[in-house]
């Protein structure tokens, strides 16, 4: 059941991708980011009823710190996908996003085996035949800078909540989605942007957001049954994310990018499994 939830983290990240994608085509990504946000954190507060836990003042902080990362993250893949597609974007922000909060558990005591060591090891050299593989003229060298900030946001986020208790049930999470509207928000006032994308693809924002908050409601019921499986599926998000990539929107992928993704995919798996 674990490794189901997992997968369906994973397709509810590859189907937030295929309306965000549509939605950052036709406005700023910030934009796109408070609608992003904003129905998700509605989302995330109308399960918390659903979600065995009480209200933690210092769970609920570390929730609102997250969420400026896991915000930053997401604003930095879209730019990532925008720039480079989804064959670039999607490996880079998985390895990282999930080899930071290893290496985070690592410091503080715990001793990973030798897998998860070869593990992060190989999910880097995949990296490496990703970004090496891309096609003159498709602004690979930028993506993979966007998606690198994205990794790095996203790691520092998710390593945040390395320290949570169980019994915080979901409020960690609307903390998250909190933060990060708010912080999308702010950047968006002070840009002078518009506050929301154009009408016509409203409908494929807040649906972004819904499948935003699928992914964290499939994770935190996946973990209950089965926490190793539930991690190694949502870290297959890169397949799912490169799929819809390559069947809605046509990103190239050559042979050494599609050997590099499946080798940082390998290598995710074994890190996230320890």
């Known amino acids: 059941m674990g490794a189901l939830f997992g997968l369906l983290t994973s397709l509810s990240i590859g189907t937030s991708d295929l309306f965000g994608r549509r939605v950052v085509m036709r406005c700023h990504v910030l934009s796109a980011m408070v609608t992003f946000q904003g129905s998700a954190a509605i989302v995330s507060l109308a399960i918390v009823p659903f979600v065995p836990g009480s209200f933690a003042s210092d769970d609920f902080l570390r929730g609102l710190i997250s969420g400026i990362g896991l915000g930053t993250g997401l604003a930095c893949y879209y ?26 558990t690592t410091l503080r005591g715990h001793d990973p085996p030798l897998i998860a060591i070869i593990g992060a090891a190989v999910a880097f ?26 990794g790095l946001a996203y790691g520092v986020g998710l390593g945040i909540l390395v320290d949570l208790s169980e019994s915080s049930g979901a409020w960690p999470g609307v903390g998250q989605r909190l933060s990060s509207v708010a912080a999308m928000g702010a950047l968006v006032a002070i840009r002078r942007l518009p506050a929301l994308p154009p009408p016509e693809v409203m409908g494929y924002a807040m649906l972004t957001g819904v499948a935003s908050a699928a992914a964290t409601i499939f994770y935190i019921v996946g973990i209950w049954f089965d926490a190793p499986a539930t991690v190694v599926g949502a870290s297959m998000f890169p397949v799912m994310s490169v799929l819809v990539g390559r069947a809605a929107y046509n990103d190239p992928i050559n042979m050494r990018q599609a050997i590099g993704i499946a080798a940082a995919v390998a290598g995710v798996t074994a890190v996230v499994a320890f």
Do not use: C
Request: charged share 5%; glycine share 16%; proline share 4%.
């Open 125 to 150: 050299g995949g990296l490496g035949l990703v970004t090496a593989g891309g096609t003159r003229g498709s602004h690979v060298a930028t993506g993979t800078a966007w998606a690198l900030v994205s």
């Open 79 to 104: 730019t990532s996908l925008d720039r480079a597609g989804s064959a670039v974007a999607a490996p880079i922000v998985a390895t990282l996003s999930a080899v930071i909060p290893f290496a985070y």
